[in-house]
C-alpha cells in the first residue's frame, strides 16, 4: 500500500496504491490526522490503484468522517473501482460519502 | 589375597631384620657364644629385607586420596620423618656411648644401632618411594606406567648383583649405575601434581620437601661417618639399591621443590582464574534459580570488585520507562560511599564517557578526576550493553596506578556479557509467562464467545435452519443469534463487528444483550404486533445503543430478520451487511434482495434512523434464505481472487432442493475447495434457512 499525498490551493488530493488493509490503514491514518487537513475545502481520494478495503480500511474513512464534515471539508472519491465500491455500497458509506467517476468531477464537486 | 601377601611380606622383612642383627652381632663378636656369620648370609639376609620392605610398601594402598598432595606430603614427613628423628637420636646417642666408654657401649651398641638404623633407612627410602610414585603416576599415560615398572625391576635387579660373588668391572659398574640414576632422574621429571595446588598448598608442599631431604641427609651423613668407623664388621650395605632409591628419593624432592618454587607466581593466577569460574558460575545460577535483576546487579558488582581486586566499585541502573513497567535508577556500592561516587560520576560526566568501555591506568592524567579523589589511580568502565538498550555501568577502582591489565578488564567483560545475558532472559522468561498468561485470557474469551453461539437451535415443523460459524483467530467477531416470538415468529439476527479479536467479541456479546433486551417485547404495546419493534427501529436503537461504547473506527454490520408464519412473510432490515441471498421457489429464481442500508456505528447520532429501511417479503413453500458474513464471499482463492457473490449464488442455483444441512455443506464444500492452502483471513459465518416445502396449516 502506498499513500501520496498531493496538495494543492484548496484540496488535497490522496493517491491510494494497493491493498488497504488493517497494516497498511495506519499509513493512510497518519495522513488523515493531520491538523492542517482542516484547512482545505476538499479532501480528493484516487481510488483507481485501491485494489481492495478491509473493514480496518473503511474504518478509517469512518472515523474521520464526522470531524472533516464538522469542518466544512468535503471528502470526495473518485476512480473507484466496481468492486472497492461494492464494499461502500454493501455497508450504506455510498449515501453519507461523495463517489463520484471521474477526477474532474471530483475537482468540480 | 593382597592384604595377605602384604602380611606375609612384613613378617618376612621382620624376620630377615632380626636375622640381620644376629648376623651383624655375630661378626662383631660383641656377644659370646654367637658365631660369626659368613659375608655372604648378612648381604642375602639384608636383600631379602630391602626386598620386603619395599613388597610390602608396595602392595599398601595408594597413599595419594584423590587431589591430597599436601595431606601425602605431610603423612610422609610425620611417619619416615620420625623415623630420621630417631636414627639421629641413635646415632647421637651411639656417639655418646662411644665417647663416654660406658661398657655398655663398643661394638655391641654400634652394632645394633647401625643394623637398627639401616632398617629405618629402607622402610623411609620405601615409604618415601612409594609416595613419589603415586605423584609420578598421577593422571600418566600408559607409557610412563610401564617406565616406571620397568625402573622398579632394574632397582631389584641390582640388588641381586650384588648377591653375586662376581663383581663386574668399574667402568661396567659405572656405566650401569649412571644410567639407573639417568633414568631415575627422568622419572623424577614428571611432576604435574604441582600445577594442581594452591598457593598456599604450595608452600605447604616446599616445607614438607625440605624437610624430606633433611631426613636424607641425616641418614646418608650418618651411614657416611659410621662407614669407615674400625668397630664396625658389618660388610658394606646394599650399597648400589640404597644409593640409588636415596638418589631418586632426594632428586625427586628437589626437582619437586624447584617447580613447585618456580611456579609460585602463576600459583595466584590460577587462583584468580578459579575464582573468576565459580563468580560466573554464581552469576550463572542466579538466573537459573529465577531471582531478580536486583540480585542479578549486586553479584556483578561484589563478583567483579571481588576478581579485579578494586578498592572501589559502584554500578549505576538507570530508571526504565518500557510500557506499563517504570523502576526507578538504583545504584549498587562497593567499598566506597554513594556521596564519593557521586563526586566521581560528576567528575567523569566531564570526560562523556557514555556508553563506551573506558580503562585509564594512570588517572594522575585526569586533572577533574585527580581534583576529587586523588587516591584512585586506575579506572575502568564497563557499560553493560544488551541487543535493545544499556542496563547500566560499571565502575571499578584501584588505589594503584597500572591496576588494570587487559586480561583483567577481558575477564571483567565477560562478567558485564554474562549479566546481560542474565538480565535479557529474566525478561525473556516474565515475557514468557505474560504470554501464557494472554494466550490463556484468550482461551478464555473464547470459552466465553462459544457460549454466546446459539448450540439449540429453533424447531418448528415449518421451517429447518443449518449454521456454521468458524472464527479466524481464537475469538472472532461474526455473531448470530436466535429468537422464538410469540405468534409462532423467528427473529433472527446476524452480524459481524469490524476487527478481530477480543475486542471485537466483546462488542459482539454487547450486541447479542442489545437482541435479546430489545425483543423482550415491550408489555405497554396496544396489540401484540407493536410488542416488538420493527427491524429498522431494532437497528436505530442498537446504534445509539452502541455509539457510547463502540471505538472511533470500529462498526458493526447487522441483519435482523423477523419471520411470521402466520403472514406467510417476513420483514428484514439490513445495516450494511451482506445482502441475503433468496431462492424463489415459484419463480425457480435464486437472488439477491437489493436494499439499501447503513451500518451501526457509522453515524452516531439521530440522523441515523433516516438510513436505514425495513423490507417485507412473502415467502413460500421450499424457498431458500441464505444469511452469511463477509468472510464467506471475501474468502481468498490460491490466486487471491475472492470467492464472490456471483460464485455464491451459482451454487445455490445447483442445491436449492436440498436440505438445509444439504445446501449449507454443499456450499461449504465448495468454499473449502476455493480456499484449498489459503489461510482463513476473516470469520466465516453461514446460515441457510429453508422453509418447508409442505407447510402446515396455520392455526385458526
Redesign the interface.
Known amino acids: 500500500m502506498k499513500v501520496t499525498a498531493h496538495p494543492s490551493a484548496d484540496s488535497l488530493l490522496l493517491v491510494l496504491d494497493g491493498e488497504l488493509d488493517a497494516s497498511s490503514a495506519v499509513l493512510l491514518d497518519s495522513e488523515l490526522v493531520k491538523p492542517g487537513l482542516l484547512d482545505y475545502r476538499k479532501v480528493l481520494i484516487d481510488c483507481a490503484k485501491l485494489s481492495y478495503i478491509s473493514s480496518a480500511g473503511l474504518g478509517v474513512f469512518i472515523s474521520h468522517l464526522q470531524r472533516l464534515q464538522d469542518h466544512n471539508v468535503k471528502l470526495v472519491f473518485f476512480n473507484m473501482q466496481e468492486k472497492v465500491f461494492n464494499v461502500f455500497e454493501i455497508l450504506g458509506l455510498d449515501s453519507l460519502m461523495t463517489i463520484v467517476p471521474t477526477q474532474a468531477e471530483a475537482t468540480a464537486a | 589375597m593382597r592384604q595377605r601377601l602384604s602380611f606375609c611380606s612384613l613378617v618376612l622383612a621382620v624376620l630377615s631384620w632380626g636375622l640381620l642383627l644376629l648376623g651383624t652381632l655375630g661378626r662383631a663378636h660383641a656377644v659370646p657364644g654367637l658365631a660369626g656369620w659368613p659375608r655372604w648370609g648378612i648381604i642375602l639376609a639384608q636383600a631379602v629385607f630391602v626386598l620386603f620392605v619395599f613388597l610390602y610398601q608396595r602392595g599398601r594402598p595408594d597413599p595419594l586420596q584423590g587431589y591430597d598432595f599436601v595431606g601425602l606430603l605431610r603423612r610422609l614427613v610425620r611417619g619416615p620423618g620420625l623415623i630420621a628423628a630417631v636414627a639421629l637420636a641413635l646415632g647421637l646417642l651411639e656417639r655418646a656411648a662411644a665417647v663416654a666408654r660406658l661398657p655398655a657401649g663398643g661394638p655391641a651398641l654400634l652394632a645394633v644401632v647401625y643394623t637398627v638404623n639401616l632398617g629405618l633407612f629402607v622402610v623411609f627410602l620405601a615409604r618415601t618411594n612409594y609416595a613419589w610414585r603415586s605423584l609420578i603416576l598421577f593422571r600418566s599415560t600408559v607409557r610412563l606406567r610401564t617406565e616406571w615398572a620397568l625402573f622398579e625391576v632394574l632397582l631389584g635387579a641390582t640388588l641381586l648383583l650384588r648377591l653375586l660373588s662376581w663383581h663386574p668391572p668399574a667402568t661396567v659398574n659405572t656405566v650401569v649405575f649412571t644410567a639407573l640414576a639417568l633414568f631415575g632422574a627422568y622419572l623424577g621429571t614428571n611432576q604435574k601434581w604441582v600445577a594442581y595446588l594452591s598457593r598456599r598448598q604450595k608452600w605447604q608442599a616446599v616445607a614438607y620437601e625440605l624437610l624430606l631431604l633433611l631426613g636424607l641427609l641425616v641418614f646418608v651423613q650418618y651411614f657416611r661417618a659410621t662407614r669407615f668407623d674400625p668397630l664396625l664388621l658389618a660388610p658394606e650395605p646394599q650399597g648400589a639399591f640404597l644409593v640409588l632409591t636415596a638418589f631418586f628419593a632426594a632428586f625427586y624432592s628437589v626437582t619437586g621443590l624447584l617447580v613447585t618454587f618456580f611456579n609460585l607466581p602463576t600459583a595466584r593466577v590460577h587462583e584468580q582464574r578459579r575464582a573468576e569460574v565459580l563468580s560466573l558460575q554464581r552469576l550463572t545460577q542466579i538466573i537459573q534459580r529465577g531471582q531478580s535483576e536486583a540480585e542479578i546487579y549486586q553479584t556483578l558488582l561484589d563478583a567483579a570488585a571481588d576478581t579485579a581486586q578494586a578498592d572501589a566499585a559502584w554500578l549505576d541502573v538507570p530508571a526504565e520507562n518500557p510500557a506499563g513497567k517504570t523502576t526507578a535508577a538504583t545504584e549498587y556500592y562497593y567499598k566506597v560511599s554513594p556521596a564519593e561516587a557521586t563526586l566521581l560520576r560528576d567528575a567523569l560526566a566531564h570526560y562523556r564517557l557514555s556508553g563506551v568501555n573506558f580503562v585509564n591506568n594512570n588517572l594522575a592524567e585526569k586533572p577533574a578526576l585527580a581534583a576529587v579523589a586523588p587516591h584512585y589511580r586506575s579506572l575502568v568502565l564497563l557499560p553493560l550493553h544488551g541487543t535493545q538498550h544499556r542496563y547500566g555501568t560499571l565502575y571499578l577502582l584501584k588505589r594503584i596506578p597500572y591496576g588494570f591489565d587487559p586480561e583483567e578488564v577481558s575477564v571483567l567483560r565477560s562478567f558485564t556479557d554474562q549479566t546481560v545475558l542474565s538480565l535479557e532472559n529474566l525478561t525473556l522468561a516474565t515475557l514468557a509467562l505474560h504470554n501464557q498468561r494472554t494466550q490463556e485470557e484468550l482461551k478464555i474469551a473464547s470459552e466465553v464467545q462459544d457460549s454466546l453461539i446459539p448450540k439449540n437451535l429453533p424447531t418448528d415443523d415449518w421451517f429447518e435452519i443449518s449454521t456454521h460459524s468458524l472464527a479466524a483467530k481464537e475469538v472472532g467477531g461474526d455473531f448470530y443469534d436466535f429468537l422464538v416470538l410469540p405468534g409462532r415468529r423467528l427473529a433472527v439476527l446476524i452480524g459481524?463487528v469490524?476487527?478481530k479479536g477480543v475486542t471485537a467479541a466483546f462488542h459482539m456479546a454487547q450486541m447479542k444483550g442489545i437482541f435479546h433486551a430489545l425483543m423482550q417485547g415491550n408489555p405497554l404495546a396496544k396489540n401484540e404486533r407493536d410488542r416488538f419493534p420493527l427491524p429498522s427501529r431494532f437497528m436505530a436503537q442498537a446504534n445509539a445503543a452502541l455509539a457510547h461504547c463502540l471505538e472511533?473506527?470500529?462498526?458493526i454490520?447487522s441483519s435482523l430478520y423477523i419471520i411470521d408464519y402466520e403472514q406467510g412473510g417476513f420483514m428484514f432490515a439490513r445495516?450494511?451487511?451482506?445482502?441475503t441471498l433468496y431462492y424463489h421457489a415459484l419463480r425457480e429464481e435464486v437472488f439477491y434482495f437489493q436494499s439499501?442500508?447503513?451500518?451501526l456505528?457509522?453515524?452516531?447520532n439521530e440522523g441515523y434512523e433516516k438510513?436505514i429501511n425495513n423490507q417485507f417479503y412473502d415467502y413460500g413453500p421450499g424457498d431458500v434464505m441464505v444469511v452469511y458474513t463477509?468472510g464467506i464471499v471475501e474468502a481468498r482463492g490460491a490466486g487471491q481472487e475472492?470467492y464472490g457473490e456471483d460464485r455464491l449464488k451459482l451454487r445455490l442455483e445447483e442445491c436449492y432442493y436440498q436440505e438445509a444441512d444439504a445446501i449449507k455443506q454443499f456450499i461449504l464444500n465448495d468454499l473449502n475447495a476455493f480456499t484449498t492452502g489459503q489461510p482463513i483471513h476473516d470469520d466465516q459465518t453461514l446460515l441457510v434457512i429453508k422453509f418447508k416445502a409442505v407447510q402446515p396449516e396455520p392455526a385458526a
Open positions: 459481524d469490524s476487527g472511533r473506527s470500529s462498526f454490520t445495516a450494511g451487511h451482506c445482502h439499501a442500508g447503513l451500518g456505528g457509522i453515524i452516531r438510513h463477509d475472492e
